[in-house]
């Protein structure tokens, strides 16, 4: 990497590889929570991930970037994290303030990296892509709070149980 254009792709292929992480790792959060307000808030955000999956490969397409085989390996680590709190021998709603914990582990993972993406390509000239990647930005930020509602208003307090 010699150039910040360089870094941008790198940041595309790894943001490319996390949502691809997530898409096959969501439905198992969705199964292993007990509250249904939990299991609807992670369904709903494995179809948004979807989306932001698409999104994500047509802006590769478009720059006419391969993200091949790249690996995010900090997406693997936190969907480990979350795999060990599923297996984990819990009450219910222990579990499930678990599942948010790890779930907004992922969120802020997925926040940090497309602020500096939508700065790169801002800083690139490419006001048509900082706009698509701003657009899965405020996604994520809004996928946080419905998780920070979740838990404050009820889950939390029910694993104080």
Excluded: W
């Amino acid at each position: 990497m010699r150039t910040l254009s360089d870094l941008f792709e790198h940041e595309l292929k790894d943001l490319y590889s996390a949502e691809k992480q997530l898409v096959e790792a969501l439905p198992k959060m969705v199964k292993a929570a007990s509250d249904s307000k939990l299991q609807t808030a992670f369904s709903d955000h494995l179809e948004e991930t979807k989306t932001q999956f698409d999104r994500i490969h047509s802006i590769c397409e478009e720059m006419e970037i391969n993200p091949g085989n790249t690996k995010c390996e900090a997406m693997e680590g936190l969907i480990k994290e979350c795999e060990g709190m599923i297996k984990e021998d819990a009450s219910s709603d222990v579990k499930d303030a678990g599942l948010i914990a790890c779930a907004q582990r992922v969120e802020h993972y997925e926040i940090s990296g497309y602020g500096t993406a939508v700065r790169f390509a801002k800083e690139l000239g490419l006001k048509e892509i900082a706009k698509k990647l701003q657009t899965t930005l405020d996604e994520e930020y809004d996928a946080d709070n419905k998780l920070d509602k979740l838990a404050e208003g009820r889950l939390n307090q029910k694993a104080l149980a």
